[in-house]
């Protein structure tokens, strides 16, 4: 039997729009990311799915985003597991620099490298592989299971977590992953084979504007 694994990034957080890197650091939605993550659920209710679990990170925005989903598709009330195995990438000693003060101190170049590439960890903080080595034990023991058994399932967490599991997903080469940016609040709809592999994926709006 095969099932359905939602992914969705949170809604544009207040260090989003300050354009400070948040790693762990635990910021709310704005106005704007709470009518992304409508727009997502939106989206969701249209394909008429009803999860049968949701699974999201200790942090406050990927929490709010799960609830405002959850809500919109009249199922306040799910059973919901929040775990930090699933939250952003530690962004060590970046956390709350400005990236764009960071650009200009230490270059484009370097600061991508920080934010997109596979194992260079930033000062302090996770690379890639290291978010990774976190997220794919937690999604074989605890989301995997669930979806192989033909339930629909929900995971509302980061850009990185989830870029993460998608590299894997989508069998992604250490240079592809460098390209992928998830907008916020689009969610991402895959259909699992029994046997682990994705055999449909459909994402849920516009992910252009991502960066
Ligand atoms: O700051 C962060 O924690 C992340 C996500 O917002 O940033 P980036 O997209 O630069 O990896």
Redesign the pocket.
Known sequence: MSGTLVLVRHGQ?E??LKN????W?DPDLTDQGRAEALAGAKALAETGIKFDIAFTSNLIRAQNTCQIILDEIGQSDLETVKDEAIN??D?GD??GLN?DDARKKWGEEQVHIW??SYDVPPPGGESLKDTGARVWPYYLTDILPRVLRGEKVLVAA???SLRALIMILDRMSKEEILKL?LATGVPIVYTLNPDSTVADKAVLGDMSSA?
């Open positions: 957080s260090w989003n400070l890197f948040t790693g650091k952003e990438r962004y970046l956390a990236k934010r997109r980061h850009g990185n940016n960066h």
